[in-house]
């Protein structure tokens, strides 16, 4: 079957560090996304992994290891505007393909 | 560069009618997908289309329908409605490049409520 997993909720402090997991099962592998949500509002693309390894993009930061079917999001110096649902995605296929298996989400709350 | 534009942005329908809610491509995407999304839930994948034909298709009844018209955009529609298709419907548009999936712009949605 098809399982993505990541926490629910989060808090964290603005101008802290937080890292929000993600562990997937999926019969195909083709990259992991991370979209970020505002209520109300579309998913927005913030990084991409398809090899094992860290990538860094300003604050945020996405690690992948394949072999244990785990990635994390990292965000660093928090905002109030980083407050929102962050989407961890799967693309299950090969080629273009607009496919994507989704997790649950994880609401991050950040407080002054 | 113009983004993905959905409409309505929110409709009321009752159960057993029927919907049709449209999108418009980002320019230069030729890929339309369609995700629905309840309410605390990540999206899920009902379909997709490039070159006006469907290219995939998630765990979804026929009932769900959807087109895509030379112009790359597309509509997706719901027959019969029952209470548990409310849900925000989001399109996302893609290029057409080969090998590496290729991110997905995602329109702010339609929220449908079934009554």
């Known amino acids: 079957g098809q399982n993505i997993d990541q926490p629910t909720e989060m808090t964290a402090t603005e101008g802290a560090i937080v890292q929000i997991n993600c562990t997937y099962q999926t019969s195909g592998f083709n990259g992991l996304f991370w979209y970020q949500q505002h209520a109300g509002e579309a998913p927005t693309f913030l990084s991409y992994?398809?090899?094992?390894g860290l990538e860094e993009k300003g604050r945020f930061s996405s690690f992948l290891s394949r072999s244990k079917g785990y990635s994390y999001l990292l965000l660093k110096e928090l905002q109030m505007k980083d407050s929102a649902s962050y989407l961890c995605?799967?693309?299950?296929?090969?080629?273009?393909?607009?496919?994507?298996?989704f997790g649950q989400g994880t609401t991050l709350q950040v407080k002054p | 560069e113009t983004g993905v534009t959905q409409s309505p942005t929110h409709l009321i329908k009752t159960r057993g009618q029927q919907v049709t809610l449209r999108c418009s491509s980002q320019s230069g995407h030729n890929t339309v997908s369609w995700y629905q999304q309840a309410l605390g839930q990540g999206p899920q994948f009902i379909f997709q289309y490039y070159r006006e034909e469907e290219n995939g298709r998630g765990n979804f009844p026929p009932r769900f329908s959807g087109l895509q018209f030379p112009n790359y955009s597309s509509e997706l529609n719901v027959n019969a409605l029952e209470l548990d298709d409310s849900a925000l419907y989001l399109c996302?548009?893609?290029?057409?490049?080969?090998?590496?999936?290729?991110?997905?712009?995602f329109g702010a949605g339609s929220r449908l409520t079934v009554l």
């Open positions: 992994n398809v090899l094992d």
């Open positions: 995605a799967v693309s299950p296929g090969s080629g273009n393909t607009g496919k994507l298996i």
């Open positions: 996302a548009s893609s290029g057409a490049g080969r090998g590496a999936p290729n991110v997905l712009t």
